[in-house]
T-cell receptor, first 115, second 108 residues
């Protein structure tokens, strides 16, 4: 089954404790992206990746890191989480970048709480 | 941000038609997506417009005017299952920027 998976689905952590949210897709998509969703603000793009070893900042990259060492995986790293990073996070992938109008397939979401 | 504006909430009756408007900054604009998101779920793709005009897909249609920085999503013959948030998103270069979403409530 074609899908985007994220782990963990729920996470409660404390300020400053490094964490990684994994994202994997099995559709051989080139473009992958991370978003956070907050009430009243909608989805905001954190980072995106055009292909292996090619990543770039979205609209809200501060406090986050990403890597794309393999085509299928695109982990999101919070080196020193803070309470303002409490949010619902979505990973998404598409065959090509948004210029091509391709459908973005979203993962199920990760609800992160930073105390 | 990309100044994408859409109404926060809309309510309509089952069987009716609802139009959700979206306005955006035109500079650097490539194309316009609409996604549907049910409560507690991930967004799912509805439509993509890159040229001016109306694209129809079953009960859902999407319209784009590039010069006016305006799009709308038209939902016809509303069903209860259409109660969801509808997200407008514009692409510029390789980024995708979303509006805050419009929550549509369908009443019997």
């Amino acid at each position: 089954e074609a899908q985007v998976t994220q782990n963990p689905r729920y996470l409660i952590t404390v300020t400053g404790k490094k964490l990684t949210v994994t994202c994997s897709q099995n559709m051989n998509h080139e473009y992958m992206s991370w978003y956070r969703q907050d009430p009243g603000l909608g989805l905001r793009q954190i980072y995106y990746s055009m292909n292996v070893e090619v990543t770039d900042k979205g609209d809200v990259p501060e406090g986050y890191k990403v890597s794309r060492k393999e085509k299928r995986n695109f982990p999101l790293i919070l080196e020193s989480p803070s309470p303002n990073q409490t949010s619902l996070y979505f990973c998404a992938s598409s065959l090509r970048d948004p210029l091509g109008g391709d459908t973005q397939y979203f993962g199920p979401g990760t609800r992160l709480t930073v105390l | 941000g990309q100044n994408i504006d859409q109404p926060t909430e809309m309510t309509a009756t089952e069987g009716a038609i609802v139009q959700i408007n979206c306005t955006y900054q035109t500079s650097g604009f490539n194309g316009l997506f609409w996604y549907q998101q049910h409560a507690g779920e991930a967004p799912t793709f509805l439509s993509y417009n890159v040229l001016d005009g109306l694209e129809e897909k079953g009960r859902f249609s999407s319209f784009l005017s590039r010069s006016k920085g305006y799009s709308y999503l038209l939902l016809k013959e509303l069903q209860m299952k259409d109660s969801a948030s509808y997200l407008c998103a514009r692409s510029n270069d390789y980024k995708l920027s979303f509006g805050a979403g419009t929550t549509v409530t369908v009443r019997a």
